[in-house]
T-cell receptor, first 111, second 114 residues
Framework: SQQGEEDPQALSIQEGENATMNCSYK?????LQWYRQNSGRGLVHLIL?????REKHSGRLRVTLDTSKKSSSLLITASRAADTASYFC???????????FGKGITLSVRP | GAGVSQSPSNKVTEKGKDVELRCDPI?????LYWYRQRLGQGLEFLIY????????KSGLPSDRFSAERTGESVSTLTIQRTQQEDSAVYLC????????????FGEGSRLTVL
């Protein structure tokens, strides 16, 4: 199925370090989005990158998209304990603009 | 309202009972999505509405699941004859239009089938 797959499944880092999370997908997309989910809560949109874009920044977030490799990376710089959450990539494709999600990456930032 | 509202937030039911889950999207949002999230898992697409019509119902797991949307606003997800494997968090999201854009999620309805 058209689904982003995140890598790694879990990531544990020290506060202040950078966190890099990857997402791969299978077919052509309209855009790719990253979402964050705190435990027991809904998802919150972080950033959207369109298929004709290669890099995008938002605060401490940097997203890259390589359509030739069908992959994306989310970089969180200078991580904080409050960044602890699950992160999902979602790919939007097709005329109906269906957004499908990966299984997520669990990020733990140790104080 | 200010955000997507879902009710109930928690529902415990007995196997075989029917349940209805409600979603109030952000006012003016024409696109509405339902997803299912099992414990520790990713999001499983269920159904998508554009206005009151559902161009994509491909994710509904079985004919026990149905959804409707009225007035281009409230949506109801109905699960008939619930089974234990239906236990999950059901997330609703809305979007301003069907053209590419971010989704705004509710907090979800946690369903437990005993």
């Amino acid at each position: 199925s058209q689904q982003g797959e995140e890598d790694p499944q879990a990531l544990s880092i020290q506060e202040g370090e950078n966190a890099t999370m990857n997402c791969s997908y299978k077919t052509s997309i309209n855009n790719l989005q990253w979402y964050r989910q705190n435990s027991g809560r809904g998802l919150v949109h972080l950033i959207l990158i369109r298929s004709n874009e290669r890099e995008k920044h938002s605060g401490r977030l940097r997203v890259t998209l390589d359509t030739s490799k069908k992959s994306s990376s989310l970089l969180i710089t200078a991580s904080r304990a409050a960044d602890t959450a699950s992160y999902f990539c979602a790919t939007e494709y097709g005329a109906n603009s269906k957004l499908t999600f990966g299984k997520g990456i669990t990020l733990s930032v140790r104080p | 309202g200010a955000g997507v509202s879902q009710s109930p937030s928690n529902k415990v039911t007995e196997k075989g009972k029917d349940v209805e889950l409600r979603c109030d999207p952000i006012s003016g949002h024409t696109a509405l999505y339902w997803y299912r999230q099992r414990l520790g898992q990713g999001l499983e697409f269920l159904i998508y509405f554009q206005g009151n019509s559902a161009p994509d119902k491909s994710g509904l797991p079985s004919d026990r699941f149905s959804a409707e949307r009225t007035g281009e606003s409230v949506s109801t997800l109905t699960i008939q004859r619930t089974q234990q494997e239906d236990s999950a968090v059901y997330l609703c999201a809305s979007s301003p239009n069907r053209v590419t854009g971010e989704l705004f999620f509710g907090e979800g309805s946690r369903l437990t089938v005993l």
